[in-house]
């Protein structure tokens, strides 16, 4: 069976509905890379659920042991 997170992103943007697409972003913690989705349409970044604070260097999004 295959992991759901390793789908292609098929998200419409909420704020035109495009179809969004993920592309990679370097965060502040070393060695995390952080998977965005953005709209080429009206140019909306989306965040899921944790990703700010790994980007921003917060450990609000990473999981202990």
């Known amino acids: 069976m295959s992991d759901p ?3 292609p992103t ?3 943007c909420p ?4 179809k969004m ?10 060695g995390i890379d952080v998977e965005l989705d953005r709209c ?10 944790g990703e700010l604070e790994v980007a921003s260097g917060g450990a ?3 999981e202990g042991p």
């Open 5 to 7: 997170n390793d789908l």
């Open 10 to 12: 098929t998200m419409a």
């Open 15 to 18: 704020q035109c509905s495009t």
């Open 21 to 30: 697409e993920s592309f990679w972003v370097q965060s502040r913690n070393p």
């Open 40 to 49: 080429h349409s009206c140019g909306g970044v989306w965040f899921d659920s």
């Open 60 to 62: 609000g999004g990473l």
